[in-house]
Every structure is written in C-alpha cells, then in structure tokens.
C-alpha cells in the first residue's frame, strides 16, 4: 500500500495569513493526489485533485502543488470558514489511502 | 444538486453483519463512469478506503478487508450497499459513501454526511 506521510498534525494561524500542509507519498503515485476538508457537520468537501487541480466551487486561495512524492496544499489569506481537518489521499493506484490529518485552528 | 445519505444500524454486537445503505440523488450510478466508494473513520483516527463500486457494476476492495466486504448496488432505486461480516469493536466507526467518476479520475467528489455505527457487546 501507498503510505502518505502527512505534516504538520496541528497548525495555528490567523485570518488573513497563508498556510500550507505537506503530504509525502511512499513511492510514485505521479500526480493523483487529492485534498479534502473535513468539517463537524459538513460533508467533507473536495478541494484538488490531480495535485493542483481547483475542483469546481473552490476558491483560488486554495492551491496544490507537486514536487515528485512531495505534494502541498496552500490556503492563501485564510478565511474564518478554513479552519477544520484536512486530508490528502493518493488516487493513483487500490488501495486508495489517506494522510493522517492536519488540524487548522484558529490563533 | 448531488446529495449521498448513508443509513446503518447505529449499533451492532460482535460477530454480526454490518449493512449499509447509501441513497444517491442528483446522480444516476447508470451514469458512464460513475462510482460509489465506501470510506469509514474511526473516532480520532484515520480516513480509511474500504471497496468502490461503478456504473458497469465492477468492483474494487481494500485487500486488507476485501474477505469480509461485499458491495452492489440497485440502479433502479439508485443506492449502493456495503456489507461487512463478522464484525468487531474495530469496526466501530463513521462510515461515508462518497460519489467519483472514473472516467475523471479517482477522487471523492461528493461525500455524505456520515453514518456512526458502533459494535458493542
């Protein structure tokens, strides 16, 4: 199975300032991986995919980027509503399989 | 608008079959490509992938759980299930389906809100 190695577990920032979150790949998954929000009450919603592709309704502030196993997500000029888990996941090869989670709290 | 709800038992004793329901609106799993997935989260814990389902009724499973897995679909009534037998107090968890389209790639792109089942004695 593919491990992703995700970083930080927990991050504090203010609105207004920009964020990013690591997510490390065991071996090649090319460019399939994905980016999720995951808030109580809310269906965890799709940010990108593909690495750094904006899903439809995602705001620009949101960004991924690729560097061979190595991929981010940076959220540029938080907004209050960007605070909650978010999670990678390779969609490259079976089994699919997630980071362990970054918390985004508020500082 | 495309909605997923997941439906369970809420809670189970140990050595029962797990099944789950996951009704699908907005979208038809006639749909070429489309596919359901089967997702759970412990409490605190990790996302884990369990099996995906697809339009033309192929399937896929997590090898770790694929013994115990069983997942179909009803076109007609636009649902997809999961079943995992012999349950333990690991299985205790939220459960998500979540909505992909193959032919777009293997990502989530709709998720439902989650349903919690515990397995307790």
């Known amino acids: 199975d593919v491990q992703m190695t995700q970083s930080p577990y927990n991050l504090a920032a203010s609105p207004g300032e920009s964020v990013s979150i690591n997510c490390k790949a065991s071996?090649?998954?090319?460019?399939?991986l994905a980016w999720y929000q995951q808030k109580p009450g809310n269906a965890n919603k799709l940010l990108i995919y593909?690495?750094?592709t904006l899903h439809s309704g995602i705001p620009s502030r949101f960004g991924g980027s690729r560097s061979g196993t190595d991929f981010t997500l940076t959220i540029k000029s938080l907004e209050p509503e960007d605070f909650g888990l978010y999670y990678c996941q390779q969609h490259n090869e079976y089994p699919f399989t997630f980071g362990s989670g970054t918390k985004l709290e508020i500082k | 608008q495309v909605t997923l709800k997941e439906s369970g038992p809420g809670i189970l004793q140990p050595s029962q079959t797990l099944s789950l329901t996951c009704t699908l609106s907005?979208?038809?799993?006639?749909?070429?490509?489309?596919?359901v997935g089967w997702i759970r989260q412990p409490s605190g814990k990790v996302l884990e992938w369990l099996a995906n389902i697809y339009w033309d009724d192929d399937s896929a499973y997590n090898p770790s759980l694929k013994s115990r897995l069983s997942i179909s679909m009803d076109t007609s009534n636009n649902q997809a299930f999961l079943q995992i037998t012999n349950v333990d107090t690991a299985d205790t968890a939220t459960y998500y389906c979540a909505r992909m389209n193959r032919q777009l790639g293997y990502h989530f792109d709709d998720w439902g809100q989650g349903v919690m089942v515990t397995v307790s004695s």
């Open positions: 593909d690495g750094s």
């Open positions: 071996k090649s998954i090319s460019k399939y």
């Open positions: 907005g979208f038809s799993l006639r749909t070429y490509g489309m596919g």
